[in-house]
């Protein structure tokens, strides 16, 4: 097994509409562990740096606004191939294409809304969830 953690952001558009405990129940349903976890209100600084490998893309500004609209829940989970396992759970990026079954199929409305975001590698939950957890805050159980 390669027991691996990952970090995700339930975003602004799941909180509204009152999705955090059927995202988060998928999750523990697939035996991935919840190692930390927080409500936040993002700020602009955060979801610049979260979102910094899109800096140069044209929608770059709005994501950031989007995400810093209201509150989010961020967290680290940890499993036997979390990375991928999340992302196969979550789906593809445009709601309007993901598969039936997975969190974006079922629940997100575009591109841009779409509920939910996590690490594509394990690079990147490197960089990721050090811009919300400090590793006194990732527990061990």
Not at 28 to 34: F, G, M, Q, T, V
Not at 79 to 99: F, H, M, N
């Amino acid at each position: 097994m390669a027991i691996e953690r990952t970090f995700v952001m339930i975003k602004p558009d799941a909180v509204e509409r009152k999705l955090i405990g059927e995202i988060i129940s998928r999750f523990e349903r697939k035996n991935l562990k919840i190692v930390a976890m927080k409500l936040i209100k993002m700020t602009k600084e955060q979801a610049k740096e979260l979102y910094i490998p899109h800096k140069d893309k044209p929608f770059y500004n709005d994501l950031v606004n989007f995400a810093t609209r209201g509150p989010v829940v961020v967290m680290v989970l940890e499993g036997d191939s979390a990375v991928e396992v999340v992302r196969t759970l979550i789906g593809s990026t445009d709601g309007r294409k993901a598969l039936p079954g997975t969190i974006r199929g079922d629940f997100a409305l575009d591109i841009q809304e779409n509920v939910i975001h996590a690490s594509d590698s394990k690079e990147s939950y490197e960089r990721e969830h050090k811009i919300f957890f400090l590793e006194s805050e990732l527990l061990k159980y």
